[in-house]
């Protein structure tokens, strides 16, 4: 299974990867298999939803994407100031309004009969599932489709989950193939190749270099307009927990004290906490962002390199290109051997990864070698083990937006201290990525984006 950068990061809409830009995505798939027949006998489309997408799938936006999708969106793309108003038409008349086959096709559609959360059932591929059906006048199923939402943004169809056995049977012909950190270095080194070298390489299979360095940048520049909208927009945060955006006012304190923050020596560290809780809070609010390597984590990556763009003297165009292809090796990595979905593993397969991705990446831009890149994301990582996903009111915003700003400080401590050694240490990169898997599977249900546990649960008496 070869994995792209491009699989890795995606440009979306919060507030979550899994449970708002997957179904988003599945949902516009459903309509292009409808394209291939006659959409005139289609009277209604249906959406069961099972496991985490039901239990939290309210809180995470999962029944408004799945109808900007069917209304054919998909997430890179749509206007976010114009959501709202996409979805209070649909409410307002009970109807979706359709492009499709260059005709605009309204059918009837009421969000409470035709959106089903099933609770109590889970679908045994992956915790979160759904399944779309389209029906005639007469209540005959016309298609159907079940699809898994397996996080970062990546859907798998029920066909294409029977195609997956082992990683070696789906490898495509990228120049360094790699299926762990140990391989990874041996090709590095035996190649006398950086990582982002070794994964540009690999990129030139599916683009030219000068598209692949545009993307990439393309990536920062989204992660920045998040960081700049964070800072400037005011309110309070939808959902119903009434959390105020805090963003604005800790940067508006930053600049208007200099003095202070030249002589306070851990300035540094507000800063890097309100570039994540800024781009957090974009997400929380349903914001464009980058996933990466999930929403629900997306604060992580941008807190980091904006870090590295102005709080070190190594910045350079071409430090964010290695950057970014640095931290998606190291995601490719826990995609192809553990997780980074909080249904399944707990928020240490987002935050854990994301803060993990962060840790190499920052240790490569400021000259490390490659011992040190991995041990610096092993120590991020076997710092978040056990790290559990539980959303207050299945909105992801307490205590997910604060714990982006958690890992990206972690993240830089991490970075710094592989950066004082030699890149020996005790625990590998994959001995840590296969306990974090284990930790995962070993997790009860109820730590993993089911809002039956922990925080969740536990806020009147926190």
Known sequence: MSISAFDIYSIGIGPSSSHTVGPMKAAFHFLTLLSDIDFSKIKT????????????????????????????????????????????????????KIDIQDKLKIIDFKIKDDIKFHRRVSLPFHPNALAIAAFDEDGKEIMRETYYSIGGGFVLTEEETKKITTIEQHNQKVPYNFNSAEELLDLCKKNNLTIPKLMMANE????????????????????????????????????????????????????ENPEKNIS????????????????????????????????????????????????????????????LLTAAAIAILYKKNASISGAEVGCQGEVGVACSMAAGALTQVLGGTIDQVENAAEIAMEHNLGLTCDPIGGLVQIPC????????????????????????????????????????MDMKKHYKETSKGGLAVNITEC
């Open 45 to 96: 489309i249906k959406t069961d939803l099972y496991g985490s997408l039901a239990l939290t799938g309210k809180g995470h936006g999962t029944d408004k994407a799945i109808i900007l999708g069917l209304m054919g969106f998909v997430p890179e793309t749509i206007d976010s100031n114009k959501i709202q108003g996409y979805l209070d038409d649909s409410k307002k008349n009970k109807n979706l």
């Open 264 to 323: 306070d020596v851990l300035s540094i560290m507000d800063w890097v906490n309100l570039y994540a809780l800024a781009v957090n809070e974009e997400n929380a609010a349903g914001g464009k962002v980058v996933t990466a390597p999930t929403n629900g984590a997306a604060g992580i990556l941008p807190a980091v390199l904006k870090y590295y763009v102005r709080f070190t003297n190594k910045f350079s165009e071409e430090g964010i290109i290695d950057f």
């Open 204 to 255: 030139l299979t599916w683009r030219d270099e000068e598209s692949i360095k545009e993307g990439i940048l393309k990536f920062w520049s989204v992660m920045e307009d998040s960081v700049n909208r964070g800072f400037h927009n005011t309110g309070t945060l939808p959902g119903g927990l009434n959390v105020k955006r805090r963003a604005p006012e800790v940067y508006k304190s930053l600049i």
């Open 401 to 440: 937006i604060e714990r982006n700003a958690m890992g990206a400080i972690k993240a830089i401590n991490a970075s710094r201290m592989a950066l004082k050694g030699d890149g020996t240490h005790f625990v590998s990169l994959d001995k840590v990525i296969r306990t974090m898997k284990k930790t995962g």
